[in-house]
């Protein structure tokens, strides 16, 4: 397994422009941050949620991993999800991470959530009643990882067992 700070093995954004205010019965897909706290997704192939598309508006690629810019606690947003779907507007209040072709990003989305690297951001958060993860924060944050086809493996096996916990729970 290698170490490297993420900023190293990625590339930083933010989403923009829009919140619950926004939501329409139809339109693009949209993923607000607030979905974090409530799916609880790993890996997010498609919303239920949609609006109207603006001018700010940051469209995914299929590539990248969301974790919140804010929350109530330190734990609660050390969190992410791999948006594994191009199309989807990635609202505001999200910092996406862009991995390189080293890292998968099931397996990235994996380590923020679980890993020693959730440990690492939740100490990172600042603030008090409303705790912020910035980009900075994230790119000093140190990710271990196997070679990419063991972090796809890694990635797999947790998607389909939450897939399988989805499909129980219906």
Do not use: M
Request: proline share 4%; aromatic share 10%; with cysteine.
């Amino acid at each position: 397994w290698e170490q490297r700070k993420l900023g190293e093995v990625a590339a930083f954004s933010k989403g923009a422009g829009y919140t619950k205010a926004d939501i329409a019965e139809c339109g693009d897909p949209l993923f607000l941050y607030g979905r974090l706290y409530t799916a609880y997704e790993t890996a997010v192939k498609a919303v239920d949620t949609f609006a109207e598309a603006k001018p700010c508006s940051v469209f995914s690629t299929g590539k990248e991993v969301v974790t919140p810019s804010s929350g109530e606690e330190a734990e609660g947003i050390a969190v992410a999800s791999a948006i594994l779907s191009p199309g989807i507007i990635l609202g505001g209040g999200l910092n996406i991470i862009l991995p390189t072709a080293k890292i998968d990003q099931v397996f990235l989305a994996l380590s923020i959530s679980y890993g020693a690297q959730h440990d690492d951001l939740a100490r990172r958060a600042q603030g008090k009643s409303v705790v912020h993860l910035y980009s900075s924060d994230l790119s000093q944050s140190f990710i271990r990882y196997p070679a990419i086809e063991e972090q796809r493996a890694i990635g797999a096996f947790f998607s389909d067992l939450d897939d399988l916990i989805t499909l129980h729970q219906r």
